[in-house]
């Protein structure tokens, strides 16, 4: 599929690609020798995408997602983020990353944690493209809570206020890694619909981790499957569901087929 | 009106008066049962010694000691004095001290390496022992007794401030990473705060142990402070002194305790450990 698109990002014919990597190998070194988590990953993000990201436990799911967010050194292979390498992304703020627990900072209320990314890091032509502290919390459904510190919000406030946090920067591409896997299953289904919502409004593409099948086909517009020992592209299938897309999807027969396909891909790893 | 607690944190705004009496009511509650066993504790002595006719040189009854707190006040306040500033100035240098030593080690792994058991191997020597030392090297003065004090608050702190200044989660230096932070950003915005709790858990031992250092001091080579006062009233079979002496040390280091518990409740308003 899109595995054999152009390298260079081409205007018009195909799609602009936001992350490309190439051949990527990621290896870590561990007292009983080396443990290769990726190899030879080749895989094109569209810009403006939302791609999920599905695979057993520990096939490498968050080491490619770090790894797009220079998180992780990269054995082998290529990254490119907006066409310009991992480190340079990261210092112009073309990504943004969300983690599993909100990592809000518990001695700052919501809105000052949100503006945490103005206040580090010092680029000041990307902070200036920044959006209000305030229109974010509003975003994501938390203004009249913007002065309560971390332990007084639920952990869906919690994950949301780092959701605006991630955006505060007008991020290009949103590396999610298993945002909402904390979390009950009524606060998971409409946090899933205000991402969406959120896509939609943002143009940013995302990369979203989840463990979850029936997450991964609703969110994505496509999805990655990976398979473990070495983590590697198991395939990536697109998802042919209409947008904007209500929970209601979920129980079409289109929506199930898609699921069945990924539960068997799953199963095949 | 009486209970606030069931509609939850949702409605903010509107309680907060009602709040604050809540609070008010509930440190009274709080402050009872300490106050009335004092009073307790002062009763059984006092009737101990008129039961068993116990002569006051060997204890005297709250009453002498109250009456000598009045008669020995302007003699007591003197001693008080160097005592009170001894410790204060131990306690300030001795935080400090240990405070940027911790930042040193933690910016440092091979200045940690080097110093940390020079650290340790100080500690263990007991304080009375090098009290005779530094009397000797620094002679009478207030030197040596605000050392003994820095001496006895050195290590707690260093101790906790080196792991408060270690205890982010990899997570949070993940987040401060994506955000290329600087680390004298990571140090102020993250590190200081979350250090926080550790450095006041120490404080509070210190703000207690200083008096302690000030008045081993004064044991060992001085004629003014609450420490001289103690060995000249004990060799005179003063008792009803001493016990006044032995009050206002406490109430001393009660007082310590009690600024630092103040500072840290307005500096500490979230709570440790409850948010990853
Ligand atoms: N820092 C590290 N050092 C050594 N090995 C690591 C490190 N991080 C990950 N690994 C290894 O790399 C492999 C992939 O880990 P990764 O965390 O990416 O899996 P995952 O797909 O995200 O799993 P999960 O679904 O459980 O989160 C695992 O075998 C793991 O043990
Ligand atoms: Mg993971």
């Given at each position: ?19 490309s ?16 988590a ?24 968050s ?18 983020v ?11 703020r073309d ?13 700052r ?11 580090v ?24 809570r913007?002065q309560?510190?971390p332990?007084?919000l ?7 206020v780092?959701i ?10 949103l ?9 009950d299953?009524?606060?998971r289904?409409?946090?899933?619909e ?9 143009g ?6 989840t ?5 991964a086909a609703?969110?994505?517009?496509q ?9 590697r592209?198991?395939e990536?299938?697109?998802v042919?569901l209409?947008q904007?897309?209500k929970?209601?999807v979920?129980?079409t ?6 699921a069945?396909h ?6 095949s790893? | ?5 069931d ?8 309680t ?13 509650s709080?402050?009872?049962p300490?106050a009335?066993?004092?009073v307790?504790?002062i ?17 005297p ?5 109250v ?5 020995q ?10 005592t009170?500033?001894?410790?204060l ?13 911790a ?21 263990t020597?007991?304080?009375i022992?090098?009290?005779p ?7 009478n003065?207030y ?7 820095g001496?006895?608050?050195?290590f ?23 955000l290329?932070?600087s680390?004298?950003?990571i ?18 031992i ?9 008045i081993v ?6 004629n ?6 103690i060995?000249e ?7 009803s ?15 310590l ?9 307005r500096?500490?308003?979230w ?6």
């Open positions: 599929m899109s595995a054999t698109q152009a390298v260079e990002p081409l205007q018009g014919a195909t799609a602009e690609v936001a992350v990597v190439r051949d990527l190998t990621v290896r870590f070194a561990g007292d009983a020798g080396d443990v290769t990726l190899q030879n990953i080749t895989v094109d993000i569209p810009a403006g995408g939302l791609v999920t990201m599905l695979g057993p436990s520990g096939c490498g799911k080491t490619l997602l770090r790894a797009i967010a220079d998180l992780v050194e990269v054995s082998g292979g290529e990254i490119s907006l066409g310009k390498s991992t480190g340079e992304a990261r210092r112009n990504f943004a990353f969300v983690f599993q627990d909100a990592t809000l900072l518990p001695w209320s919501a809105i000052d944690n949100v503006r945490l990314p103005l206040e890091g010092g680029k000041s032509a990307v902070i200036k493209a920044a959006d209000r502290p305030e229109d974010l919390l509003e975003l994501v459904g938390l203004a009249g913007a309560a510190l332990h007084e639920s952990g869906g406030m919690r994950q949301r780092a605006a946090r991630a955006l505060i920067c007008r991020p290009r591409v590396l999610m890694d298993e945002p909402f896997g904390a979390l299953e009524i606060t289904d409409k946090l899933n205000e991402l969406l919502r959120i896509w939609q409004e943002t940013t593409t995302i990369i979203f981790v463990h979850s099948v029936p997450e609703f969110l994505g517009q999805v990655l499957v990976l398979a473990s020992h070495p983590g592209v198991r990536l299938v697109t042919d209409p904007p897309r929970l209601s979920r129980d027969v289109d929506f199930m087929r898609v069945a990924l539960r068997s891909l799953l199963e790893c | 009106m009486a209970s606030v607690s509609t939850g944190p949702t409605d903010a705004a509107t907060d008066t009602e709040r604050k009496a809540r609070a008010r009511r509930l440190a009274w709080n402050r009872l300490p009335l066993a004092v307790g504790i009763l059984a002595w006092q009737g101990i010694i008129t039961l068993f006719g116990v002569p006051s040189y060997i204890s009854s709250p009453g002498e000691v009456a000598t707190l009045i008669s006040a302007p003699n007591l306040w003197r001693n008080f004095v160097p009170a500033l001894e410790s100035a131990g306690f300030v240098l001795g935080n400090l001290v240990a405070v940027l030593i930042v040193a080690f933690v910016h440092n792994r091979t200045s940690e390496r080097a110093f940390y058991p020079i650290a340790v191997f100080v500690n020597i007991p304080i022992a090098i009290a030392i530094l009397v000797l090297i620094f002679g003065g030197t040596p007794k605000v050392i003994i004090s001496l006895i608050c050195f707690p702190t260093l101790v906790n401030m080196v792991r408060g200044l270690r205890a982010v989660s990899p997570q949070t230096l993940d987040l401060m990473r994506v290329s932070a680390k004298s950003e140090f102020w915005k993250v590190r200081m705060q979350s250090a926080l709790p550790f450095l006041f858990a120490a404080l509070r210190a703000s207690t142990t200083s008096v302690i250092g000030a001091g004064e044991w060992i080579g001085s003014v402070g609450l420490g001289a006062l060995i009233a004990t060799y005179n079979f003063r008792s002194l001493l016990y006044a002496t032995v009050l206002m040390a406490a109430a001393w280091a009660v007082t305790f009690s600024a630092v518990s103040l500072v840290e409740r500096l500490i308003t709570k440790p450990g409850s948010v990853h």
